[in-house]
């Protein structure tokens, strides 16, 4: 029997969680990422951020995201406290793509295939660790506030509410399978915080429906920054750079064209039409009819 579109999706939601091998090999470079920087810099703590922990992470892509709570005086540049960072990190690991890319240190293990981003900060409000706040590095210089317990805790009362029954990190899964597999470079912590924010309030979760909702939502707003829903922090920026932004924005409008006519063509009947558009939608990973 054919698979229907609400189908071929609940397989490709299945698919795109992170196996438990992968999970090991994390819990694993954790420990050598924080030795490493705790032998070379002095730490207040590390607080893992990203989505693999908090359960929006994509299987293959595991973007795992740590901020160092580094002790003393902020330097004037962040440029300063990122090469700290990957000073220390690329003298630990010598055969490992170290890279700069704001607001982080990526650490490139297996390949690529696990990636690690190490961001710094400076803690500039204390009080219980769901409202702490720290400076980290901008999109493209200077500093912005970050409160990152704070804002994972929002998804996860989002993704929580009765009508949306674990949506929210579903249909953030969903925009990070599609930015992975069409190598779209926009900010993966965006596009969970903006998802959760769309979705806020909503009657239902339909992943035809909301992830084309979703896109064109992105689309019409040009992937404007936003105001921290917590209201804890500064803006979220979708891009790093200009140039970035215009290659996302030129993908996002061939992603949301491709979504609107997989949602057509699945209320008019016509599954087969859905299923290649949603498959060339998510990079040719959809699964087949």
């Given at each position: 029997?054919?698979?229907?579109?609400a189908?071929?999706?609940s397989?490709?939601l299945?698919?795109?969680?992170?196996?438990q091998s992968?999970?090991t090999?994390?819990a694993r470079h954790?420990?050598?990422?924080?030795?490493?920087l705790?032998?070379?810099?002095?730490?207040?703590?590390?607080?893992?951020?990203?989505?693999?922990?908090?359960g929006?992470?994509?299987?293959?892509?595991?973007?795992?995201?740590?901020?160092?709570?580094?002790?003393g005086a902020?330097?004037g540049?962040?440029?300063?406290?990122l090469s700290?960072?990957?000073s220390?990190?690329?003298a630990?690991?010598?055969?490992t793509?170290?890279r700069?890319?704001?607001p982080?240190?990526?650490?490139?293990?297996a390949?690529?295939?696990?990636?690690?981003?190490?961001?710094?900060?400076?803690?500039t409000?204390?009080g219980?660790s769901d409202v702490?706040?720290?400076?980290?590095?901008?999109?493209?210089?200077?500093w912005?506030?970050?409160a990152p317990?704070?804002?994972l805790?929002?998804?996860?009362?989002?993704?929580?509410e009765?009508?949306i029954s674990?949506?929210?990190?579903?249909?953030?899964?969903?925009?990070?399978?599609?930015?992975?597999?069409?190598n779209?470079?926009?900010?993966s912590?965006?596009l969970?915080?903006?998802?959760a924010k769309?979705?806020?309030g909503d009657?239902?979760?339909d992943?035809?429906?909301?992830i084309?909702l979703?896109l064109?939502?992105?689309?019409n707003?040009?992937?404007?920054?936003?105001?921290?829903p917590?209201?804890?922090?500064g803006?979220?920026?979708?891009?790093?750079?200009t140039?970035?932004?215009?290659?996302?924005l030129?993908k996002l409008?061939t992603?949301?064209?491709?979504?609107?006519?997989?949602?057509?063509?699945t209320n008019s009947?016509?599954a087969d039409?859905?299923?290649r558009?949603?498959?060339?939608?998510?990079?040719?990973?959809?699964?087949a009819?």
């Amino acid at each position: 029997m054919a698979l229907s579109v609400a189908q071929g999706f609940s397989i490709f939601l299945d698919r795109l969680i992170p196996l438990q091998s992968q999970r090991t090999a994390t819990a694993r470079h954790r420990a050598s990422v924080e030795r490493s920087l705790l032998n070379a810099l002095s730490v207040n703590l590390f607080r893992e951020t990203g989505s693999f922990t908090h359960g929006t992470g994509v299987r293959n892509h595991a973007d795992v995201d740590l901020l160092v709570s580094l002790k003393g005086a902020r330097p004037g540049s962040s440029d300063t406290a990122l090469s700290w960072v990957r000073s220390a990190l690329a003298a630990s690991f010598p055969t490992t793509v170290v890279r700069t890319s704001r607001p982080a240190v990526v650490i490139e293990f297996a390949n690529g295939d696990e990636t690690w981003e190490v961001i710094p900060g400076f803690i500039t409000s204390r009080g219980p660790s769901d409202v702490s706040v720290y400076d980290i590095p901008g999109p493209s210089t200077g500093w912005i506030d970050s409160a990152p317990a704070a804002h994972l805790k929002y998804v996860t009362e989002v993704n929580a509410e009765p009508k949306i029954s674990g949506g929210a990190k579903k249909l953030a899964r969903l925009a990070k399978a599609w930015k992975y597999y069409n190598n779209v470079p926009i900010s993966s912590f965006y596009l969970e915080m903006r998802a959760a924010k769309y979705l806020s309030g909503d009657s239902l979760f339909d992943p035809i429906m909301d992830i084309c909702l979703y896109l064109e939502y992105l689309k019409n707003i040009g992937l404007a920054s936003m105001q921290d829903p917590k209201g804890a922090s500064g803006k979220v920026y979708a891009c790093s750079t200009t140039t970035k932004a215009e290659d996302a924005l030129s993908k996002l409008s061939t992603a949301a064209t491709r979504a609107r006519k997989a949602l057509n063509a699945t209320n008019s009947g016509d599954a087969d039409t859905a299923f290649r558009n949603l498959d060339l939608l998510f990079g040719g990973k959809f699964p087949a009819r």
